[in-house]
């Protein structure tokens, strides 16, 4: 049996620490793995470089995508992993600050499963993240890679 992982795409450490409070504060207890860039992102999903040695088998249960990432921008990540038949059935959630209405039609636009608005505080994050939870990991469905 494959283990349930959350993939956090999110370079900024002040954002991952909430997100990871939020979640744990949820009770999610998936594993998070966390990669601070768009070329480490693309590399665990497509078990390169550094993550050459990962079980292509285990996907993510869920991707949460920021989109202002170093190195390759997550419209780029999204738009890479819905061109490729091994992860284009991924659920990714862009997880986001930007307020620009051109992230939001590109992120549906390339095929993101969700957009989400980074709330400033706390107690909006736990909220947002006890949302995410509850539809992403306990109601829905996704097929079986």
Known sequence: MTEKIILLVEDN???ETLT???LRKNNIGNRVIVVRDGVEALDFLFCTGAYADRDPNNLPEVVLLDLRLPKVDGLEVLRRVRADDRTRLLPVIILTSSDADRDLVAGYAYGA?????KPVDFIQLIEAVHQLGLY???LNKVPQF
Do not use: A, H, K
Request: hydrophobic share 45%.
């Open 13 to 15: 450490l002040d954002d």
């Open 20 to 22: 990871l409070r939020g």
């Open 113 to 117: 499963n969700s957009y989400i608005r």
């Open 136 to 138: 992403l990991l306990v």
